[in-house]
Each structure stands twice: as structure tokens, then as C-alpha cells.
């Protein structure tokens, strides 16, 4: 059985940072590239960043490039998201998933499973 429970999220200032953390139950994380996404109200799920099974390969939206890092830990079966220099549009639920193969996607039509997700709310 896969779950997904992420962490870290909270009320920060622009300019500031949070990391969230994402941590996987069950075999075989470390085949599967990894995402995160998020959805803000009112507005559909969108992708922020993507990073594959052995870590060598990431890809970010462009709205979150630059400031945003993905990383993951294989023996710890988690993935990280570490959030700099945010603002209030980047206020939202954010979701960890796991992909369906091992390389980077940006669909979430192509990631199979799903984390509760986590509130992060940037003030201005």
C-alpha cells in the first residue's frame, strides 16, 4: 500500500522560505520519479516541479524557476521541496505524487499517486 503524507507547510511572509517534505510508505520509491503540484482556490491543480527516480533530472514551472528546489532522499523514501523568496501568488495547497515511470513528466494526468496535500499561505 503507497501513501504520500507531506509536511512543512504554514503562514510565511513574502520573501521568505518554507520546505516541505514528502514522505513515502511502501516499496519501490526509488524507481519512480517524483512531483510536486498546487492548486490554489478557485484555480486548477498546476504542475511546480518534477525530479526523476535517481535525482539527476529536474524540471520546475517556470513561475517557481530559480527559486524553488526539488531534491530527494532514496534511503529515506521522501522528496523535498525547499520554497525561497515567496509570494503571496504562491499561496495554495501543495500535493507530493509519485509517478507512473521513471523519468521527469509534468502531466499529473501521469502520476498515480496522490499525498493529502499541505497549506502553504504567503502573506504580503
Known amino acids: 500500500q503507497v501513501q504520500l503524507v507531506e509536511s512543512g507547510g504554514g503562514l510565511v511572509q513574502a520573501g521568505g522560505s518554507l520546505r516541505l517534505s514528502c514522505a513515502h510508505t511502501?516499496?519501490?520509491?526509488?524507481?519512480?520519479?517524483m512531483g510536486w503540484f498546487r492548486q490554489a482556490p478557485g484555480k486548477e491543480r498546476e504542475f511546480v516541479a518534477t525530479i526523476s527516480w535517481t535525482g539527476g533530472t529536474t524540471s520546475y514551472a517556470d513561475s517557481v524557476k530559480g527559486r524553488f528546489t526539488i531534491s530527494r532522499d532514496n534511503a529515506k523514501n521522501t522528496v523535498s521541496l525547499q520554497m525561497n523568496s515567496l509570494k503571496p501568488e504562491d499561496t495554495a495547497v501543495y500535493y507530493c505524487a509519485r509517478g507512473a515511470r521513471s523519468t521527469i513528466v509534468t502531466s499529473a494526468y501521469d502520476y498515480t499517486y496522490w499525498g493529502q496535500g499541505t497549506q502553504v499561505t504567503v502573506s504580503s
Open positions: 511502501g516499496r519501490t520509491f526509488s524507481i519512480y520519479a
